[in-house]
């Protein structure tokens, strides 16, 4: 049964220059292997392509049942030269979040 992310985790958003960083944490540690399964960097820079241009990488933190994705070319140059509205990325955890896992 496809799911949206938001009915399963949370996500943030921190930004470096042209970079954004977004965290995926579920709401239950039991399903964040299903969540490290289905959730890999390739879907997400294929769900955020008319935003990220550039490479995306995950990182695993099983200690806290996250993941950490790491978007290159996110920003449009970044937040002090940025003509976007949301200049440090912040509602991307939220688009981040309209993707469909099967659960």
Do not use: W
């Amino acid at each position: 049964m496809a799911r949206k992310l938001y009915e399963l985790a949370h996500s943030r958003a921190g930004d470096k220059g042209d970079v954004l960083m977004l965290s995926l944490i579920p709401y239950e540690e039991g399903i964040y292997e299903a969540l490290r399964e289905q959730v890999t960097a390739d879907r997400v820079k294929h769900h955020l392509n008319h935003i990220v241009k550039g490479e995306v990488t995950r990182y695993e933190m099983p200690n806290i049942a996250a993941l950490q994705f790491v978007c290159q070319g996110a920003l449009l140059g970044g937040v002090t030269t940025s003509p976007g509205m949301d200049t440090h990325g912040k509602t991307l955890s939220y688009a981040l979040l309209e993707m469909e896992v099967d659960l």
